[in-house]
């Protein structure tokens, strides 16, 4: 599970950069986001943005690389436990403030330029990349299941396309508070595929867990 910004080989600087971005967004939204109000987050000068990047949309590029990278690290293939491993995902995308803000902050975000990719074709390719390099995770995790035969047979590819369906609708009400009510919801709704119609019955290495 995500435990931190990945190591991406960025400067101290350049990871500097995209801290002050992140709060700058979180302060100031997309629309109203200029190189200024990151200058006002970012603790050295403000020249040194533009050596790094010629342009906010420079910026905000590979920005969206940095927040695609910590999505894409907040669940692993490789996990030693896959079922834990995707219920501590679930639990990661539908956490609430209390859970702590930057978490909340962090998803704002990423809905917030995920929005951008009607009108904006760079931001559209690199959601599709993280999207698919998402979905292929979740599978991968429920194949694992399958062979280890904690999971029935099922279409992992469908069932990882469903997951991730549910997924992002709670991560939208969330974030834009349309249907706060419909959390508790969706919540059920995906530990009700993990409790009962994804795993095995009566598996014995899978003691029932009744903490959902």
Known sequence: MY????????????QAIMDATLRALATHGYAD??????????DKSTSLLYYHYESKDELLLAFLDYILDIFAASIDPDAEDPDEELREF???ILTDETDG???????RTIIELRAQTIHKESYRAKFGDIETRMIETVKTLIE??????????MDAEMMAENLMAFLYRALDVRVTGTRPESIDAMR??????L????PLSGDPA????TSN
């Open 90 to 92: 679930v639990s990661y």
């Open 3 to 14: 435990d931190g910004p990945p190591d991406t080989g960025r400067s101290e600087t350049e």
């Open 33 to 42: 986001l200029s190189i200024k109000n990151i200058g006002t987050e970012f």
């Open 101 to 107: 803000p930057e978490v909340l902050a962090f998803q």
């Open 195 to 198: 409790d009962n119609v994804m």
């Open 144 to 153: 694992r299941e399958i062979e280890a035969g904690h999971y029935r047979e």
């Open 188 to 193: 059920d709704s995906v530990f009700f595929l």
């Open 206 to 209: 899978r003691p029932e867990d």
